[in-house]
């Protein structure tokens, strides 16, 4: 079993930069893909980025590439995800997910490990 836990969320203007954090449990989880999805209000839950075990292989929806970096630190079995120069429409819940293998992917199926969220909310 791996417990998530994610921190770092906050409200702020737009414009304005967090950076959410994920801790794992398990260093086992070091081995495995990592990645950050949210969830607004009456939404269904989306990817926001994924990255492979190595740090190697980074994807970002096209909604936050360019603002959003994803980052991890296997030793401490960290994920970071820093967000600049946020938006309203990034208001949502945060989640971060370990995957089922080693390579990140888009799809929810691909992750079985998922923490309880952190919430962002983004004024105009």
């Known amino acids: 079993q791996v417990q998530l836990v994610e921190s770092g969320g906050g409200s702020v203007q737009a414009g304005a930069s967090l950076r959410l954090s994920c801790t794992s449990s398990r260093r086992t989880a070091s081995n495995n893909a990592m990645g950050w999805f949210r969830q607004s209000p009456g939404k269904e839950r989306e990817f926001v980025a994924h990255?492979?075990?190595?740090?190697?292989?980074?994807d970002y929806s096209d909604s936050v590439k360019g603002r959003f970096t994803i980052s991890r630190d296997r030793a401490t079995t960290t994920l970071f995800l820093d967000m600049n120069n946020l938006k309203p429409e990034d208001t949502a819940q945060y989640y971060c997910?370990?995957?089922?293998?080693?390579?990140?992917?888009?799809?929810?199926?691909?992750?079985?490990?998922w923490g309880q969220g952190t919430q962002v909310t983004v004024s105009a």
């Open positions: 997910a370990a995957a089922r293998s080693s390579v990140g992917s888009r799809e929810l199926g691909a992750y079985n490990y």
């Open positions: 990255i492979s075990w190595n740090g190697g292989i980074k």
